[in-house]
């Protein structure tokens, strides 16, 4: 049964391989450009439910602040798109990295994507499925620094082992069972939370105005 | 010149003790969040700006109480609620609290009240 031996290491090796990060992120570019504050632009929305983008936007102050940048007000930035006639968040995203620079003196723009936002109904059960990407563009090179996406769903139930996320998601949970009438906006903060957060394999790194800035 | 540490139990309890209550009182966040970002969502969905002016106020006086730090955008946001509300000077106020808390957002918070001033005029 010798032969089994190499079998059995490979199948070692297989399980090993699956602890390491699932993927390895370039952050020479992100490094290089320092950013302390991200613009972040209304989310375009590919989702059916119209209330998806605000949704979003609402929920992405936390994140990146507690990651240590400061975030241009978000709700005041779509105020100042709309007096400059730009109310569609497609429209927004083809404005000039220049311009954009030059009114809200951000260093980065984060460019979101709702991609899922909704329930499906089944018989017994529902489950809730908010879905979003991410991409992080330096404004003054145009260069991209970084790129993410993440997903939630009300189905993770409670068990999700403490942290910023955990205590997210059991809030959620609460605040679905009490509100069937907006139940992806909850889980919208889990997948902002998720989306742009430092601190996890291929997340965003650090800001300056975090303790944990240029740990990693 | 000596490398001996007094070693004081003391300390070193009270060290231990305040570890295990970090332990226990979960995340620690920079800021202090109360309700900005719900009232930011009521704001997207149009509803009454008087309200959550008057949420944002009571929400500051929490933040303060606790010696708490504001986020960023809080301020802004309240100088938003008080433009559409028409209550310019307080306007005014808010977005400079926004800018020497954050001095980030400086270029921005000038082009607002440059336009607010032109917009008045």
């Given amino acids: 049964m010798n032969f089994l031996k190499p079998l059995a290491a490979l199948f070692a090796l297989a399980l090993l391989g699956g602890c390491v990060a699932p993927k390895t992120v370039d952050y020479a570019a992100f490094k290089q450009a320092r950013p302390r504050s991200i613009l972040v632009l209304p989310p375009v929305n590919e989702s059916p439910d119209i209330k998806a983008s605000y949704s979003l936007m609402s929920q992405v102050t936390f994140p990146l602040a507690e990651a240590g940048y400061y975030v241009v007000p978000v709700a005041l930035a779509a105020e100042t798109f709309r007096q400059n006639g730009l109310d569609n968040p497609n429209d927004i995203a083809e404005v000039p990295a220049e311009k954009l620079r030059s009114i809200f003196g951000a260093d980065a723009a984060m460019y979101v994507k709702v991609t899922q936002y909704g329930t499906t109904y089944m018989v017994i059960s529902s489950n809730t499925v908010v879905t979003a990407t991410a991409k992080l563009v330096d404004l003054k090179t145009g260069t991209t620094l970084w790129t993410g996406t993440a997903t939630a769903s009300s189905e993770e139930g409670n068990n999700n082992g403490g942290g910023l996320i955990g205590m997210l998601i059991t809030a959620a949970v609460k605040q679905i069972i009490n509100s069937s009438t907006d139940a992806g906006h909850p889980i919208a903060g889990i997948t902002s939370a998720r989306l742009l957060s430092a601190g996890h394999p291929a997340g965003l790194l650090y800001g300056p105005r975090s303790p944990k800035y240029g740990t990693d | ?121």
């Fill in chain 2, 1 to 121: 010149m000596t490398h001996y540490v007094t070693f004081r139990p003391a300390l070193a309890v009270a060290l231990l003790v305040s570890a295990l209550l970090a332990g226990c009182s979960g995340p620690k966040t920079i800021y202090q969040w109360e309700g900005y970002q719900p009232q930011v969502y009521e704001y997207f969905k149009g509803e009454s700006k008087q309200a959550q002016a008057l949420a944002l106020e009571a929400d500051l006086e929490k933040i303060r109480a606790k010696n708490g730090v504001v986020p960023p955008g809080y301020h802004a946001q309240l100088g938003l609620l008080y433009s559409s509300l028409g209550k310019d000077d307080q306007m005014v106020q808010q977005f400079q609290a926004e800018k020497a808390e954050f001095p980030e957002s400086g270029a921005y918070m000038d082009f607002l009240m440059k336009n607010a001033k032109g917009v008045a005029q």
